[in-house]
């Protein structure tokens, strides 16, 4: 099973701009469709975005429309979610996941990351 690793968390202001990466540890992502989740405190955790494999569509959260992107560069086994125009609201721990379906359902995945804060401040 494929492990997951992401990078790219940090501090920043409202308004400013962070681009999180995801690759897998060991092998390559093979055919997984990815999603990007994210886990505010107290809170569920919620779909952000998806990508198939082909990378021929994509699908994101009502919340996050127009100012995230989330991308994927199979040859590099890396997967992106580029993040703008972010809001306190935003914060959260953000999860990259692999899957046999871009779905916006966390039962669909099957390998999760551990996780990177994004903290938004006003």
């Known amino acids: 099973q494929v492990q997951l690793v992401e990078s790219g968390g940090g501090l920043v202001q409202a308004g400013g701009s962070l681009r999180l990466s995801c690759a897998p540890s060991?092998?390559?992502?093979?055919?997984?469709?990815m999603g990007w989740f994210r886990q505010a405190p107290g809170k569920e955790r919620e779909f952000v975005a998806t990508?198939?494999?082909?990378?021929?569509?994509?699908y994101y959260a009502d919340s996050v429309k127009g100012r995230f992107t989330i991308s994927r560069v199979n040859a590099n086994n890396t997967m992106y979610l580029q993040m703008s125009s972010l809001k306190p609201e935003d914060t959260a721990i953000y999860y990259c996941?692999?899957?046999?379906?871009?779905?916006?359902?966390?039962?669909?995945?099957?390998?999760w990351g551990q996780g990177t804060q994004v903290t938004v401040s006003s």
């Open positions: 996941a692999a899957g046999t379906l871009a779905s916006m359902h966390p039962n669909t995945y099957t390998a």
């Open positions: 060991g092998r390559t992502f093979g055919t997984y469709a």
């Open positions: 990508i198939p494999w082909s990378g021929v569509y994509t």
